[in-house]
T-cell receptor, first 112, second 115 residues
Framework: EDKVVQSPLSLVVHEGDTVTLNCSYE??????LLWYKQEKKAPTFLFML????IEKKSGRLSSILDKKELFSILNITATQTGDSAVYLC????????????FGKGTKLSVKP | DGGITQSPKYLFRKEGQNVTLSCEQN?????MYWYRQDPGQGLRLIYY???????QKGDIAEGYSVSREKKESFPLTVTSAQKNPTAFYLC??????????????FGDGTRLSIL
């Protein structure tokens, strides 16, 4: 059965800290891995990863995929209180018509 | 502005009642999806549609129904057969994913509670 496992499930840090969120997956015929940030309502898209070893970066956030070891990490440097959210990892398989398999999310709390 | 609009934001259902959640998008996306999110859980797929007048069941379709009469609209009905409907419902859309590889974009959700 296809599955996505995120760790840790929750994390509390202080402003300025660097955090690493983990996502491991088991999926037949992998196509892509996506990261979303969910604050109160709609998950907002962060990154889509399809190739191993190529880092995607947006400001203080970055992510990388390892297709051999079947995992991805999301790094956030110099965290701010506005980074507090649930971070969702999802995986898409080829031939799945775009359907995503989601992990349970990591709840990040950044304290001032 | 282009986007996905879900309504209402909050909805209350009485026992034995069917309720319909609205999802409208003006992004010209072909594919639309409905997910359910429970506390501490990831999103689970209820139904999806790649084209007008066609849709498929997701992982947890029992107790739900959908229609896709227009490209812009994908309403979800929570029927009385769904015994545990209290959850946060999210609608998403994307460009048809094969062969393109584009992310899904989400609406702001509808929170459904039982009275």
């Amino acid at each position: 059965e296809d599955k996505v496992v995120q760790s840790p499930l929750s994390l509390v840090v202080h402003e300025g800290d660097t955090v690493t969120l983990n996502c491991s997956y088991e999926v037949t015929n992998f196509r892509s891995l996506l990261w979303y940030k969910q604050e109160k309502k709609a998950p907002t898209f962060l990154f889509m990863l399809t190739s191993s070893g190529i880092e995607k970066k947006s400001g203080r956030l970055s992510s990388i995929l390892d297709k051999k070891e079947l995992f991805s990490i999301l790094n956030i440097t110099a965290t701010q209180t506005g980074d507090s959210a649930v971070y969702l990892c999802a995986v898409e398989a080829r031939g799945s018509q775009g359907n995503l398999i989601f992990g349970k999310g990591t709840k990040l709390s950044v304290k001032p | 502005d282009g986007g996905i609009t879900q309504s209402p934001k909050y909805l209350f259902r009485k026992e034995g009642q069917n309720v319909t959640l609205s999802c409208e998008q003006n992004l010209n996306h072909d594919a639309m999806y409905w997910y359910r999110q429970d506390p501490g859980q990831g999103l689970r797929l209820i139904y999806y549609s790649q084209i007008v007048n066609d849709f498929q069941k997701g992982d947890i379709a029992e107790g739900y129904s959908v229609s896709r009469e227009k490209k812009e609209s994908f309403p979800l009905t929570v029927t009385s057969a769904q015994k545990n409907p209290t959850a946060f419902y999210l609608c998403a859309s994307s460009i048809v994913p094969e062969p393109k590889n584009q992310p899904q974009h989400f609406g702001d959700g509808t929170r459904l509670s039982i009275l």
